[in-house]
């Protein structure tokens, strides 16, 4: 007989992060792979808390499992001008479509405008820092429709500056959008329904929350929900503050 001293851990269920009671009684039953989720990071305490955003594994170890949301990065792009021209204009091409002339000392704000004018970019997809050209390089953030996104690199053409010595206009990716993860855990499923208490290396079966509304200021702390779970998930959930 065993008598020695044995604990068990317990946690109050909190579910204040759902706004409505849609999608409560169709949870989905899934299964979580362990092993990919970390100590002190996703179970601090020792349980997975309940409204963690979710994904399916899609390749690799624990294919057809389920482990936390591994986020991911807006990309940036910065567009940089050579040669110290002194006047003239140049242009940027993105995904098919080219920009109208731009001047070569133009501000931010300028060189926004005119990216939002190509077909492919509507107002609020990118965001534009830095300038005036061409001492200060600027940095064109993408965001909107493309948050998130790992997107093509624009590429310049400087053939209109003038003045200086050889100008032109370079572009390089300073942050690649997507996520440094390819197995699936890049794109969100949704919400961990109940907190789960992790005993060992296991899996675990789990309900999973898959529409409804969520107040995103009442979720756990490192839910994982970042702007491009909120656009992913935005068809299956309404969020609220």
Same mark, same amino acid.
Do not use: C
């Given at each position: 007989?065993?008598?020695?001293?044995?604990?068990?851990?317990?946690?109050?269920?909190? %579910?204040?992060?759902?706004?409505? /009671?849609?999608?409560?009684?169709?949870? /989905?039953? =899934?299964?979580?792979?362990?092993?990919?989720? !970390?100590?002190?990071?996703?179970?601090?305490?020792?349980?997975?808390?309940?409204?963690?955003? =979710?994904?399916?594994?899609?390749?690799?170890?624990?294919?057809?499992?389920?482990?936390?949301?591994?986020?991911?990065?807006?990309?940036?792009?910065?567009?940089?001008? !050579?040669?110290?021209?002194?006047?003239?204009?140049?242009?940027?091409?993105?995904?098919?479509?080219?920009?109208?002339?731009?001047?070569?000392?133009?501000?931010?704000?300028?060189?926004? !405008?005119?990216?939002?004018?190509?077909?492919? =970019?509507?107002?609020?997809?990118?965001?534009?820092?830095?300038?005036?050209?061409?001492?200060?390089?600027?940095?064109?953030?993408?965001?909107? /429709?493309?948050?998130?996104?790992?997107?093509?690199?624009?590429?310049?053409?400087?053939?209109?500056?003038?003045?200086?010595?050889?100008?032109?206009?370079?572009?390089?990716?300073?942050?690649?959008?997507?996520?440094?993860?390819?197995?699936?855990?890049?794109?969100?499923?949704?919400?961990?329904?109940?907190?789960?208490?992790? %005993?060992? !290396?296991?899996?675990?079966?789990?309900?999973?929350?898959? %529409?409804?509304? =969520? %107040?995103?200021?009442?979720?756990?702390?490192?839910?994982?929900?970042?702007?491009?779970?909120?656009?992913?998930?935005?068809?299956?959930? /309404?969020?609220?503050?």
């Amino acid at each position: 007989m065993d008598i020695s001293l044995t604990t068990e851990a317990w946690t109050v269920e909190k %579910r204040d992060w759902l706004g409505s /009671r849609d999608g409560t009684e169709f949870t /989905r039953t =899934i299964t979580l792979h362990l092993a990919s989720f !970390t100590a002190n990071v996703h179970y601090p305490n020792g349980f997975i808390p309940s409204g963690i955003v =979710i994904a399916k594994i899609t390749s690799g170890t624990g294919t057809g499992l389920y482990g936390p949301y591994a986020g991911s990065t807006s990309e940036a792009q910065t567009v940089t001008i !050579t040669g110290t021209p002194t006047g003239g204009t140049f242009t940027l091409t993105w995904d098919g479509q080219t920009s109208g002339a731009i001047a070569y000392n133009a501000t931010a704000s300028a060189v926004q !405008t005119a990216l939002e004018a190509m077909s492919n =970019i509507n107002p609020g997809d990118v965001s534009v820092s830095g300038g005036p050209g061409p001492g200060t390089p600027y940095v064109v953030a993408f965001a909107g /429709r493309y948050v998130g996104d790992n997107v093509p690199q624009m590429t310049a053409s400087g053939a209109s500056l003038t003045g200086g010595s050889s100008p032109a206009v370079g572009v390089t990716t300073t942050t690649a959008g997507g996520s440094g993860s390819s197995n699936g855990l890049e794109i969100p499923d949704g919400f961990l329904f109940n907190s789960t208490h992790v %005993r060992s !290396t296991r899996n675990l079966g789990a309900p999973l929350h898959w %529409r409804g509304v =969520i %107040r995103t200021s009442k979720l756990p702390a490192g839910n994982g929900l970042d702007a491009n779970a909120r656009d992913v998930l935005g068809a299956k959930f /309404r969020f609220e503050a």
